[in-house]
């Protein structure tokens, strides 16, 4: 059974930084584009970055570009996402996901349960 498992989510203050672990299963990792979703309470879940199987492509929302950095490490299954200069606004639940066909993780396979992450003001 493939499973992704989110870690690292928290109570923050603004202008701290945080990071996002996903432990994938290993029959999938390789394979798979990588990445982040995340919803707001009422609002859409958007993507917030994703990575490419290799690592050397990657895609970030708007909001976050200069401020996350999408990592993955191969050897450990693993997928990061490291959150600086965090604003209220990116208050949410983050989900990891996997995509087979493209960076965008357009249509995911499959996702993790989600973490909590609050940026107190």
């Known amino acids: 059974q493939v499973r992704l498992v989110e870690s690292g989510g928290g109570l923050v203050q603004a202008g701290d930084s945080l990071r996002l672990s996903c432990a994938a299963s290993?029959?999938?990792?390789?394979?798979?584009?990588m990445g982040w979703f995340r919803q707001a309470p009422g609002k859409e879940r958007d993507v917030v970055a994703a990575?490419?199987?290799?690592?050397?492509?990657?895609h970030y929302g708007e909001s976050v570009l200069g401020r996350f950095t999408i990592s993955r490490d191969n050897a450990k299954n693993t997928v990061y996402l490291q959150m600086d200069s965090l604003k209220p606004e990116d208050t949410a639940i983050y989900y990891c996901?996997?995509?087979?066909?493209?960076?965008?993780?357009?249509?995911?396979?499959?996702w993790g349960q989600g973490t909590q992450v609050t940026v107190s003001s």
């Open positions: 996901a996997a995509d087979p066909l493209t960076v965008l993780l357009l249509r995911p396979d499959y």
């Open positions: 290993s029959e999938i990792f390789s394979s798979y584009y």
């Open positions: 990575i490419s199987m290799s690592g050397g492509a990657t």
